[in-house]
């Protein structure tokens, strides 16, 4: 079964930072891509961040140049590193293993999700 677990989610200030973790287990890790995603009420899910297999990141334009997303294969691990955050960044964050673009997988495979962390970014 496999589970993904998210955490080190939080209340900052502006300007402040947040490291999430999404630990992954019951599935081979390295061989998946997996992205962040936040949603906020009346909302739909929107992709923050995308790691590769190979390890290359993509971001949406609202976090480049703030958010880091990186991942770490021996601890089954993916992080993503949130400096400068706004307000507007608040939210429900969830981890998700998915599909490389590169790869080729079952074709019953729709990827996995972590049941979320909450992010609260205020005065």
């Known amino acids: 079964q496999v589970q993904l677990v998210e955490s080190g989610g939080g209340y900052v200030q502006p300007g402040g930072s947040l490291r999430l973790s999404c630990v992954v287990s019951?599935?081979?890790?390295?061989?998946?891509?997996f992205a962040w995603y936040r949603q906020t009420p009346g909302k739909e899910r929107e992709l923050v961040a995308f790691i590769t297999v190979r390890g290359t990141p993509n971001y949406a334009d609202s976090v480049k140049g703030r958010f880091t997303i990186s991942r770490d294969n021996a601890k089954t691990k993916v992080y993503l590193q949130m400096d400068s955050l706004k307000p507007e960044d608040t939210g429900v964050y969830y981890c998700?293993?998915?599909?490389?673009?590169?790869?080729?997988?079952?074709?019953?495979?729709?990827?996995?999700w972590g049941q979320g962390t909450q992010v609260t970014v205020s005065s």
């Open positions: 998700k293993q998915d599909k490389d673009p590169e790869y080729v997988y079952n074709a019953a495979y729709v990827g996995y």
């Open positions: 019951g599935s081979p890790f390295s061989i998946y891509a």
